[in-house]
């Protein structure tokens, strides 16, 4: 199709154009596996409907053991969203210099008050293609299991309960229940555990 100069339905992709906005390059490039802890975070927005208005979670995923080591919920989609789940990540993991923290183009991203936040703390900012959701696909999958495994299975009175519930999905269910068939089928936590197990058992 690509040779004959022929695409299907919904049409050719649009390559979106950010003018005046200057952003990172990709240092990702959809090589998304990593050897150690705070080599590589992902993050990135979702959304979800209650009968009261939108709830926003923003969240920070390391993509060693696929845990979510940062994350915020507001009723309001801006770049303070952000920078507060990308300040829990770094008071959380205290990494060295030299993590990437790797984005789409959102305008909370691209906010100088977020590439403020990375840089300050010697992070590398990354940036992949603006509307291509496999640039940032292990954020996608977790956003995906997340509505699949809570946000669809219920209609949602009101924000707290919504956040709450996002709470534990996150930080008891995820990191700490979940079993990844990419982790050995273990947990994010138990698959961290064990990394740092067999790294002072090698020098010791």
């Not at 507001?74 to 952000?82: E, N, R």
């Not at 993590?99 to 990375?118: C, E, R």
């Not at 509505?147 to 299975?153: G, W």
Request: aromatic share 10%.
């Amino acid at each position: 199709m690509t040779q004959a100069g022929i695409d299907g339905l919904p049409g050719p992709v649009r390559v979106k154009r950010l003018h005046g906005v200057a952003t990172a390059d990709d240092l990702v490039n959809r090589k998304f596996h990593r050897l150690r802890p705070n080599e590589l975070w992902v993050t990135d927005i979702t959304q979800h409907r209650t009968r009261e208005g939108w709830v926003f979670c923003a969240a920070v995923l390391d993509a060693f053991s696929r845990r979510i080591v940062g994350w915020s919920i507001d009723s309001k989609q801006d770049s303070t969203l952000v920078v507060n789940a990308l300040d829990m990540a770094i008071r959380n993991r205290r990494p060295e210099p030299g993590v990437i923290v790797h984005a789409d183009h959102g305008t909370q991203f691209t906010s100088w008050v977020f590439g403020d936040k990375v840089r300050s703390a010697g992070l590398l900012p990354s940036f992949g293609s603006v509307g291509d959701g496999l640039d940032n696909a292990m954020m996608e999958s977790f956003w995906s299991s997340m509505q699949i495994e809570l946000l669809n299975r219920r209609k949602w009175k009101t924000r707290v309960e919504l956040a709450n519930a996002i709470f534990d999905y996150i930080e008891i269910f995820h990191n700490r229940q979940r079993r990844h068939s990419a982790l050995g089928y273990r947990t994010p936590i138990e698959f961290e555990l064990r990394y740092e197990n067999d790294t002072i058992h090698a020098v010791s």
